[in-house]
């Protein structure tokens, strides 16, 4: 992978308002897969006093954003379809790892899982992006 890309992704995803409102960490960036963590804390719940989906998805996209990006030009969500598998424990660390599963000049498909501490599924997605043919914006920013 571009190292140049790789450190604009990383110094990008700090600086992102909702990455850091919801404290998601970018901890290893490949071309075509990433991997982002979040702490699963009880501002996330919804009204069961579960894991709100939403928070769900915002660790499912980071992930999901990063991996389709790493190529070096922008990519945009096309669908995502989400299944919740289980509600994680207050307090644990969850990790969602995407994986590129085919990619043509113009698409990319990727699978997104959730886990909490590596051993429980939480989530799983499958999502498409289109991909544009243009740079990423922010590769020349220090």
Avoid: W
């Avoid at 996330?44 to 996209?61: P, Q, R, S, T, V």
């Avoid at 991909?131 to 990423?136: G, I, S, T, V």
């Amino acid at each position: 992978m571009n190292d140049r890309v790789r450190e604009a992704i990383f110094r990008q995803v700090e600086r992102e308002p909702f990455a850091v409102k919801f404290r998601m960490k970018l901890v290893d960036l490949e071309e075509g897969s990433s991997k982002v963590e979040m702490l699963f804390t009880p501002d996330m719940e919804n009204l069961f006093g579960k894991a709100h989906g939403g928070a769900l998805f915002a660790l499912i996209d980071e992930a999901f954003e990063t991996a389709a990006n790493s190529h070096g030009t922008m990519a945009v969500a096309l669908n995502m379809n989400i299944s919740y598998v289980a509600s994680p424990s207050p307090g644990t660390t969850l990790t969602a790892e995407a994986k590129e599963i085919n990619k043509t000049n113009r698409t990319a498909l990727y699978e997104i899982k959730v886990m909490e501490t590596k051993s429980r599924l939480i989530a799983s997605c499958h999502a498409l992006v289109y991909r544009m043919d243009k740079a990423l914006p922010f590769l020349d920013q220090a």
